[in-house]
């Protein structure tokens, strides 16, 4: 089993930064690839970004590109987003989940573990 705990979010103006990061215990993760998903009110979940097992590839949404970045750091068991530039449409719930391969996939249903979330808003 792994547990991963999210922090970082809040409040924040429009063109703001946030660092969102995800804790894991229980096991390693260096050998799973990570992903970022968020969801608002009324619409799908969505992956935002993800990172294979020592960050040599990421994934962005076309949404994010250029101004969010995914990191990891596996002697910590944690993973980062860096938030730049942030928007009003950004304003979400943001949930770390943990992919039991060391190769990321962007279908959220492979996805083995999920964590609770941290609520992103980001005013205009």
């Known amino acids: 089993q792994v547990q991963l705990v999210e922090s970082g979010g809040g409040l924040v103006q429009a063109g703001g930064s946030l660092r969102l990061s995800c804790a894991a215990s229980?096991?390693?993760?260096?050998?799973?690839?990570m992903g970022w998903f968020r969801q608002a009110p009324g619409k799908e979940r969505e992956l935002v970004a993800a990172?294979?097992?020592?960050?040599?590839?990421?994934y962005y949404a076309d949404s994010v590109k250029g101004r969010f970045t995914i990191s990891r750091d596996n002697a910590k068991n944690t993973v980062y987003l860096q938030m730049n530039s942030l928007k009003p449409e950004d304003t979400a719930v943001y949930v770390c989940?943990?992919?039991?391969?060391?190769?990321?996939?962007?279908?959220?249903?492979?996805?083995?573990?999920w964590g609770q979330g941290t609520q992103v808003t980001v005013s205009s």
């Open positions: 990172v294979n097992w020592n960050g040599g590839r990421t």
């Open positions: 229980g096991r390693p993760i260096s050998n799973y690839a």
């Open positions: 989940a943990a992919y039991g391969s060391r190769w990321y996939t962007v279908d959220p249903q492979e996805y083995d573990y």
